[in-house]
């Protein structure tokens, strides 16, 4: 079974540097799809980022990129010039490539963003 | 706002109640999933519905079913409720059924408290 592991409950970072965040997964499936979402205080979840496993270059989004490493099955989210606004819930998650992957999640990372 | 909307956003009952959630998908979006969100569990994907019928099954206990109408709409019923029930319940649609291809929409979720 896929699982997925975010080993950093809480993290914070001062407003305008740089915080990565680590998850790694667990899976014998070579089609694969990895994800973050984030979770504000409202409580709606937003896609952040996705990442195909079969492409070699790293998804980026504006501020936020990825650091995927298969081999090591590490999927580790960048966050750059970090504002107020990316305070949240982050979580790493998985998904099989086939039609009836299931969406595993990790269980979160807080961060807190000082001013 | 995604697009999604969950009624009602808080819910308060008591052990062996049965309640109903509700979901109303983004404008075009087929697929209609449920996710419980509780601080044991963190988040669980629980069932999927493509287009009016079953997709995919989660963590779905047989004391919980849903069904998605005509109207694209979908219910979740929660029956001989438990305290552990007591969590976060999203709804996501997409316009596809793939979990792994298709970007998931979330809803602002039902808070579910069971005294």
């Known amino acids: 079974a896929q699982t997925v592991t975010q080993s950093q409950p809480e993290m914070s970072v001062q407003e305008a540097e740089t915080v990565t965040l680590s998850c790694t997964y667990d899976t014998s499936e070579s089609d694969y799809y990895l994800f973050w979402y984030k979770q504000p205080p409202s409580r709606q979840m937003i896609l952040v980022i996705r990442q195909e496993a079969y492409k070699q270059q790293n998804a980026t989004e504006n501020r936020f990129s990825v650091n995927f490493q298969k081999a090591a099955k590490s999927f580790s989210l960048k966050i750059s010039d970090s504002q107020l606004g990316d305070a949240a819930m982050y979580f790493c998650a998985f998904a099989h490539g086939g039609s009836q992957g299931n969406l595993i999640f990790g269980k979160g990372t807080k961060l807190s963003v000082k001013p | 706002d995604s697009g999604v909307t969950q009624t009602p956003k808080h819910l308060i009952t008591a052990t062996g109640q049965r309640v109903t959630l509700r979901c109303s998908p983004r404008?075009?979006?087929?697929?209609v999933y449920w996710y419980q969100q509780s601080l044991d569990q963190g988040l669980q994907f629980l069932i999927q519905y493509y287009n009016g019928e079953e997709r995919a099954k989660g963590n779905i206990l047989e004391r919980f079913s849903a069904q998605q109408f005509p109207d694209l709409h979908s219910e979740l019923n929660l029956s001989s409720l438990e305290l552990g029930d007591s969590a976060l319940y999203f709804c996501?649609?997409?316009?596809?059924?793939?979990?792994?291809?298709?970007?998931?929409?979330f809803g602002p979720g039902t808070r579910l408290t069971v005294l």
């Open positions: 404008s075009g979006d087929l697929s």
């Open positions: 996501a649609s997409s316009v596809g059924l793939r979990m792994s291809t298709d970007t998931q929409y």
